[in-house]
């Protein structure tokens, strides 16, 4: 199968992430907006996008027919009602599966929609409106052809790495309700910078460019975290103090706990029934 750049992608269930992922791809040039279809219930809440040059549908199915890429991002609870809407469309010569949901195996897509159709599962974030997504992906049954078109399409939107499918939940726990995660604690800490003499705004923009520093520390130098805190951390200093005192309230604790519950969570979404 040869996929080309012109080829045609329909997104079914254009919601946060849906759209996050349309916004990248149009942006990075890989597929123009006329090449994407976007679907979900209430177009209307779509019309800023049709004006922006993707194409719109309330109609999974013929969007699906006129597509290469079928792109599942609607709810798991809302996923096996779609299955069924396009399974007779399904053409396993043409069709390529990528689903971003949460908690469904690729098998239980291709038992629900055609046994031998290519679905790749995928779990990005919403980062990728920006092209910044760290996006995990495990491959299924593609083709190496159809591994090597996901892999650049999410390397263009972001970074991306492959790992075996049992550990998308975990993926989606630390990668995709990350975002998540990291925000809360930049809030956290721009709180903090109000309560010692900052206006919301600019201890908000100070506390978020902090914490990009401190993420490009990490992946411009390879460095490991407690080895950048040695650099901050004075002997008898502040830095040793706020941190000692984080932890004592149990900061690291609950980032991990959060990510456990998460993880165990996005196992639990999806009933094949
Ligand atoms: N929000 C996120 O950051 C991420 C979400 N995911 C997964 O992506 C999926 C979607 O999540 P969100 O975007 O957060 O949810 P959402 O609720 O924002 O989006 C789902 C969209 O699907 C539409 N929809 C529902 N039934 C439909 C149908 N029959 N036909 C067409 N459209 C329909 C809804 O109107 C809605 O716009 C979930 O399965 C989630 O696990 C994966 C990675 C990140
Ligand atoms: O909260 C959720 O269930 C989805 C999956 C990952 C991010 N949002």
């Known amino acids: 199968m040869d996929f080309k750049k012109s080829n045609q992608i329909a997104i079914l269930g254009s919601g946060n992430i849906g759209l996050s992922l349309a916004k990248g791809l149009a942006q990075s040039g890989l597929y123009p907006a006329s090449s994407i279809t976007l679907t979900r219930r209430n177009i209307e809440a779509l019309d800023e996008y049709k004006f922006q040059g993707f194409q719109v549908?309330?109609?999974?199915?013929s969007a699906s027919a006129q597509a290469d890429i079928i792109v599942l991002a609607v709810l798991p609870q809302q996923l096996n009602q779609v299955l069924d809407q396009i399974a007779g469309q399904i053409d396993v010569s043409k069709h390529l599966i990528i689903s971003v949901i949460s908690g469904v195996s690729c098998e239980d897509i291709?038992?629900?929609?055609?046994?031998?159709?290519?679905?790749?599962?995928?779990?990005?974030?919403?980062a990728i409106a920006i092209k910044q997504s760290m996006t995990c992906i495990s491959v299924g049954n593609a083709s190496q052809e159809n591994i090597e078109l996901v892999k650049n399409i999410f390397n263009t939107v972001g970074i991306c790495v492959?790992?075996?499918?049992?550990?998308?939940?975990?993926?989606?726990?630390?990668?995709?309700?990350?975002?998540?995660?990291?925000l809360r604690s930049i809030r956290a800490a721009s709180q903090g910078g109000v309560e010692v003499g900052f206006h919301a705004g600019e201890a908000l923009k100070m506390a978020a460019q902090t914490a990009k520093g401190a993420a490009d520390l990490l992946l411009q130098l390879a460095s490991h975290p407690e080895h950048e805190i040695d650099k901050v951390t004075s002997p008898k200093g502040c830095t040793i103090a706020g941190l000692n005192e984080m932890e004592h309230n149990g900061f690291s604790s609950?980032?991990?706990?959060?990510?456990?519950?998460?993880?165990?969570?996005?196992?639990?979404?999806?009933?094949?029934?």
């Open 57 to 61: 549908s309330a109609d999974n199915v």
């Open 110 to 126: 291709r038992n629900r929609l055609k046994k031998d159709v290519q679905v790749v599962r995928v779990m990005p974030n919403t």
């Open 162 to 182: 492959v790992i075996n499918e049992e550990l998308m939940t975990s993926a989606t726990a630390l990668c995709a309700c990350g975002i998540a995660f990291f």
């Open 254 to 273: 609950a980032m991990i706990k959060g990510i456990k519950l998460s993880a165990q969570k996005a196992g639990e979404l999806y009933d094949k029934d």
